[in-house]
């Protein structure tokens, strides 16, 4: 059973305008949950993190909200940029490994 | 700076072949890690080093063996390949403790006919 569930497996939106993207899971003992991006013929980068004991973390364009009562969190993007085309995965972090949601791919249209 | 380095990029093997693949990073991260991505698959883990001397494995082992040889690299192997493990493979490091956050390296590709 896939702890970690992207269930849009695409997202288009315009340049500008704000992109969000959802990710739901399914176990609460976790420590960390991590955004990464991935373009084309690359390692997947990181994004972002939340930890269990907050609600909300912002790095400039990015904000991650975490909402443990729904067990779902999602990535803001503000404002959206052709740039940000790219897969993003969510990623639960707990017992010295990372699991992977399935992905989402952004497409930012100029 | 080199971070997380694999080895080959590319690869195709005949099915049956064995073949290793190699990783290395110089962030002197205590784990390591094997990720294989699979279209519509995400990034699944294939076995992992919390620390150095231990291995543990991942939601997808069959098929593999690892070796954690120093606290550097980190190899994967595949002993006799089938059609079904061809994917793109990641290597990854990290000091688990801070932030949680692992490197990747830039993928090996690795085809099986």
């Known amino acids: 059973d896939q702890q970690v569930k992207q269930n849009s497996p695409s997202l288009s939106v315009q340049e500008g305008r704000i992109s969000i993207l959802n990710c739901d899971y399914t176990?609460?003992?976790?420590?960390?949950f991590l955004w990464y991006k991935k373009y084309p013929a690359e390692g997947p980068t990181f994004l972002i993190s939340?930890?269990?004991?907050?609600d909300k973390n912002e790095d400039g364009r990015f904000t991650v909200f975490l909402n443990k009562s729904a067990k779902h969190l999602s990535l803001h993007i503000v404002p959206s940029q052709p740039g940000d085309s790219a897969v993003y995965f969510c990623?639960?972090?707990?017992?010295?490994?990372?699991?992977f949601g399935k992905g989402t791919l952004l497409t930012v249209n100029p | 700076n080199a971070g997380v380095t694999q080895t080959p990029k590319f690869q195709v093997l005949k099915t049956g072949q064995s073949m290793t693949l190699q990783c290395a990073q110089d962030?002197?991260?205590?784990?390591m890690y094997w990720y294989r991505q699979d279209p519509g698959m995400g990034l699944r883990l294939i076995y992992y080093?919390?620390?150095?001397?231990?291995?543990d494995k991942g939601e997808v082992p069959n098929g593999y063996n690892v070796s954690r040889l120093n606290k550097r690299e980190f190899s994967l192997r595949l002993e006799s390949a089938a059609p079904s493990q061809t994917s793109v493979y990641f290597c990854?490091?990290?000091?688990?403790?801070?932030?949680?956050?692992?490197?990747f390296g830039e993928g090996s590709w690795l085809t099986v006919v």
């Open positions: 990854a490091s990290s000091e688990w403790g801070s932030r949680e956050t692992i490197y």
């Open positions: 176990n609460s003992m976790f420590d960390y």
């Open positions: 939340i930890s269990s004991i907050k």
């Open positions: 990623a639960e972090g707990s017992n010295y490994k990372l699991t």
């Open positions: 962030m002197n991260h205590n784990s």
């Open positions: 080093s919390a620390s150095e001397g231990t291995t």
